[in-house]
């Protein structure tokens, strides 16, 4: 998935919301009423999860990989999207030469003013934390899955409804998670590149699908589907987006998810594509993960470990994700 460089669990905000589950729209403090957005079908996003996970760990280079790869661009098009497949070449840190590519729907393209959405789709090709083989591929249903399986869903809500006034642009990253081995050493990283992992965001980030492309702000999704999953704050999306940030934790309360979308600092620094898009894109990136403060590493128990499989996957987890990623769309 991603490396965590530090961890500080601070409170952030010095007040809190009582919200206690189910996903009714409320009006929030200074706003005007939410419009409601399209419903989002929570099983059908475990669906595509599930359908990910079939086709075996989509690690770079492998068939899965391949197979998975033209089975999201006929999804993405099934749903009325207009898809770009941008392949490119970089290279793991034992210089093993990877064939990527980052897959890009869009929507309402003539709109000037886009929203970015964005998962990694490709799964780690070693489980480093197992306890068993460290050197065995991952299902990543969560590390990976999850994102692509509810964005794949909101998709075909937008596809399947009148679609929001903004554009909307679903990016899947490639290369994400393959990054380093501890155990291994490795060559010198590439002139240009900063770090084994987030080489999709890394390279999108600088040769854009459209010259010149940009979006009002973005949303990245990782690891959101497991059961009783907690979505704190991140110090990069506070430094970079702090509006938007508050104001998707904000809609997230306000429709009833409060429990999921913690109003507090969790991780002080981590490496994921958020990263990339607000440093070298140049656009205000948040992240939404799950953060678990009192796990050894952070995240699930199952992170980076062959147990990272569908029995982990949770149905509400991914509503909730999804609602909240719709409600903002349509209320742009």
Known sequence: MKR????????????????????????????KPLVTAPAFDGDRAYDFVQKQVDFGPRVPNSQAHKEASIWLKEQFESFGAKVYMQEFESFAYDGTKLDLVNIIASYNPEAKKRILLAAHWDTRPFADRDKEDTRAPIDGANDGGSGVGVLLEVARVIGANEGPKVGVDIILFDGEDWGEHAEDGHIALPAGQETW??????????????????????????????????????GNSQQNAARVLTKVWERGHALGHGKYFVQKLGMAGIIDDHVYVNKLARIPMIDIIDYRPDEQWSFTPVWHTQAD??????????KVVGEVVLSMLYNE
């Open 4 to 31: 965590v460089v530090s961890v500080l669990l601070i409170c952030f905000l010095a007040f809190s919301c009582s919200d206690s589950g189910g996903s009714s729209e409320k009006k929030t403090a200074n706003t």
């Open 309 to 318: 499989n569908m029995e982990n996957i949770d149905r509400t987890t991914l």
């Open 197 to 234: 992992w987030c080489l999709g965001s890394q390279y999108w980030s600088k040769n854009k699908h459209i010259p010149n492309y940009s979006a009002y702000y973005g949303i990245l999704l990782d690891m959101v589907g497991a059961k009783d999953a907690t979505f704190y704050y991140d």
